[in-house]
Every structure is written in C-alpha cells, then in structure tokens.
C-alpha cells in the first residue's frame, strides 16, 4: 500500500517523529492508532483521509484498519478543521438539573451553530457533550483544555465573547 | 461514624498535593518500598483478597480474587490496564484523584503491578480530563526520575512502566474489553467473555483491569493492613452466601439539586440520605427532594422515600436498583419532572450504545425516539409498555447483549417507569388528550443529535 507521489502529503516530519515515539510503548503497532489520531487531529484540528493513510504506512497496517477505528469515535471530523476553539458543553443529568442544556441552546442561538457545527470564521466549533465529570460545578463545558465551571447562559456566552 | 479517619482524600487541600514532595512527606510510597522489601507477590494478593477489597468502577468485584485468575508461572509479559476512563454519568471521584493526589493511585499501581508481575501498565485516560492528563504524567515523570519506575525499581528485580493512553471520548471504552480493544488501536467493541482477560487480555496476554479508586485503596491496604480495611464499613451478610460484604472507605459523589455539590469520604454503608443531608447539605432551595439517582445513572432510581437505603454492594438490589454502581448521588427536588429525567437518560445511552450487539444498538435508539415522542406532546400509554419492554430485555441480566451498558440502559427505563407509573400516564394524557389511547404505530421524530 503506497500513496501515489502527486499526491500532497499532510502529515509534517514533526507529526511523523511524535507518532513514532509512540512504538516502542507498545508489542503492537496497531495500538499507535489511536495515539496517531491525536496527534494529527492537535496540529491540523482534523483528520483528513490522505492522513489516516500515511498512518496507516507508518503502522503497518491498511487505511481501512485506521480509517475503521476512527470513526467508531465520532470525536475526529474529516471534512474539515473543527474552530479554533472546540467547546463541549455538558448535557448529562447533573449539569441538565442545573440549566446545561440552556447554556447549549443559548451557544448555538448566539453563534448561530447546531451542536457539532463551527462558526463561519473558524473560531469555535459547539459540541453537545456527555457527562465531562465536573459535576460538582454544574453546568459545565469543556473549552479546549479549560474546564469552565458553574456557568449560566449569560456566563457562558460572555466565556465565548473573550475567545480569540 | 465518628472515628472515620479519611484517607483517600486525606492529602486533598495541601498545597502541591499533587507532587512527590509533598506525597512523600506524608509517607507516600513507605508501603511499595516495605512492599518491595518484605513481602512475595503472592503475599501481597493474600493481603488484599483478606481486605475483602471489591472493586470501585461499579462492578465490585473482589480485587485480591481477580488477581488470583492470572496464570500461574506465566512467562509473561503481563499488563496492568488501569480504568481512567471515567464516563459514567454524575462521576467525578476518580477525576478528583488524578487531579490531586496522582501519587496515591500510582503507588497502588506500583503495589498492584508488583503482586501480579506486571511489567507494563497501561492508564487509559478519558478524554474529557486534561488536567489528569498533566498531573498523572507530572507525576510519572517524577517517579522516573526518582529511582521510582523503569528497570529495576529501587535495586530490586522489579520492573515497571506506566504509560497513559488517551481516550476519545467514548463511554463504552470504560468497559473493561472495550477498554482493551480501544488501546489496541480497535473500535471499541467489547469482547465476548471468556476468556477474560485475567487469561487473555490486551495483546492477548494475560491482563488486569482496575480502577482508579481501587488502586488508591491498595495503597493504604498496604500501609495500614487488612484488618484496618475490614474494620471499615459493612460485614458480609452470613445469610447470603452470595455477599462478599462492603468493606472499606468509598467516595461519594453527589450533585444535583443540593447546596453542597463535591465529593466526600465516608465508609461504604452510610445511607443516600446520609449523603444527600450531612455531605450535600441538603436539597437545594428549601425545596423537597423527589429521587435521586444512587450511584450513576446505570444504576436506576431510587424515590425520596427510599433514600434511607445504606450505599453499598448488598442493599440497593433490595430497591429494584442495579447495584452501588460508582457511589455518585444525584439528587431530583420536587420541581423535576421524571419524563424529562428519563429522556436524558435514553438519549446518553443511545449516544454511547457501541452498536454492536443489535438489541443494546436498536433499544436505546428507539428507547429514545419514543421518549422525544412522549416529551413532544405525542406519548400514548402503550408507549410506557413498549419501554418496559426494552427495558426488560436488554442486557447481560437477561441475557441478551455481550457487555452491561445496556442494563444500564434499561435500568433508568425500569425504575422510572415502575416508581412513577402515575406521573408518566398523567404527563401523556394531559399533553395528548386525543391520542394517549392510540395503539397503531406512528412515524418517529426527527432526532437532533442522537449521535
């Protein structure tokens, strides 16, 4: 299995050495996957299919084995980059008792977004999410690597006004 | 109750709680260094199976019986997995863990991974915690760096190394198999059992999964001894052989509708009122409580009457519910309607259904379906029929699907239904008053976001 050489390869020497740092974790290579599928999806916010085929060339194994494994998440978006900014907004019980899902419905309204869409300019993409463990400070949203807490519609929206 | 000494969060609230300075000034890994020093493996399995130590991630299984399934004289290697995948709704202890005491699991890690001979574990990390994520490998790191991991630990034969695995956001990689297959680089989908994977597990060798919280436990079993952690909560039941009693401390989760939401130590047994009064300082707003969830949403319902039920592995069979479960309250006050409780329950697990076996896929999917049909004014009362229905064939328990996700589906069904039977026909009658008899089938809704 060889990628033709017109085509434009996606996956930079950087990726390539991060991904490969990971082999030796494993006896398998087909446990890189989903490790691979992180770190592609961190620098390019997607995981387009020209990269689960040079994966695969890096694993030893076939495009449709990462290809397979990949979608069962439905956590990385292939046709294109999700915002700048992804937000998980938090619809499980504990959150839903205290105002979760007006918190996501107040999202979506302001940016005019459905769950799982990104704004027009890049900059944030909503997701509705299942329980994200914060409970004690319901409702909360998961915003990149920041865990924003004890929200309100008007808390929320303002959070999303300060993002770049 | 008044003598309970807590000691999984005794070091939570110091400052740098999460380093190895601050860990081992309290004594942190003085037990793994005796361990490592004094006791065989099969010592330390001993030690635990008489701790009567069951597992904390909602199963509770015996810990020191689980370890006791690997082969004997193996060749190796063997794994640890440790269960950071921590997805179950209203659940936060194993978060608050990693997050600020790191070192109290990877001593248990340390101490587990010597009495099974385990020479790699594995921590697979959800997604959804990227603090963990930091503090975890911080403290690995440190551990590295201090003599602590890697070939031979301390002088000692033992070799270790953990390495965490990061999730992508999928409840069912908490099972066990589905674990497994996830950090082999697989769809999620858990295996059919046996062999389990004492005998054959991740990379087909022999392998142990545990929780996070289970593995805080080891720790001060080890310290402390397993007479000090059955001295702790709820002796076996000599009338039912079955009970392998409720030992030790637990945490507690509760959130919801109370004043205080967070995460509290007590000793398993103490009561859900208990919990909800005295560590959620009570409903919120003045407000009366009307359920509460016992211990994640899989595990069913319990209604405020039956509040007084003791948290631990034997009792809440005894209320319909499914088990202990993770330990994490929920509290309902009298304002919430069950319809809207139980819609977000289907729709959770007809998002996280993996869809392999047909009737967990199908079930929860039109599980929901009918709930949103219900909850938009278009319910008919044999809908509540049709529920209960999938609700009592799906599942391990009847015996209908390859892992328990869907009897934590159907469980929410069940209860809810069973236990306000009147509140569902009356929300159906008054929002359907020309329909609620119908009995032909009629065309689903349109489901937003159902997966």
Redesign the interface.
Known sequence: MTTETNVERVLTDEMVDQIKAYIPRYPSKQAVVLPALHIVNEHLRYVPHQAVVEIAELLDLAPAQVQDTLTFYGFFKQDKPHGRTRIWVCRSISCALRGGEAVLDHLCHKLNIKPGETTPDGRITIEAAECLGGCEFAPCMLAGEELVKNLDADSAAAYVDGLK | MSEFEPVLLANIGKEDSHTLKVYESSGGYQAFRRVLKEMSPADVIELVKASGLRGRGGAGFPCGMKWSFLPKDHPG?IYMCVNAD???????N??ILMELDPHQVLEGVLIGCYATRATTAYIYL??????ALKRMQGAIDELYAAGLLGKNILGSEFSL?I?I???????ICGEETGLIE???????WPRIKPPFPAVEGV?RKPTVVNNIETLACVTHIAARGADWFKSIGVPADPNNPRDAGSYGPKLY?V???VNR???YEAPLGITCRHVIEEFGGGVWKGRKGKAA?PGG?SMGLLTEAEWDTPLDFNSLAKVGCLGLGTA?V?V?DET?SMV??LH??C??FA??S?GQCTPCREGTSWALRMMERIKAGKGRLKDLDLLLEIGDTIGIIPGTTICGLADGAAWPMKNAIRKFRDEFEDYIKRTNPNGYMETKPVEALEV??L?
């Open positions: 290697p921590e997805s179950e709704p209203a659940t936060f194993n978060r959800r997604y959804e915690y990227p603090l190394d390495y695995h990061r999730g992508a956001a999928a409840y996830s950090l082999e680089g697989k769809r999620a990379f989760c959130s919801g509708h939401p967070g995460c969830v949403i994490a929920t309902m919430v809207d409780y977000n329950c729709r959770f998002h996280e993996c937003i976001g997966h």
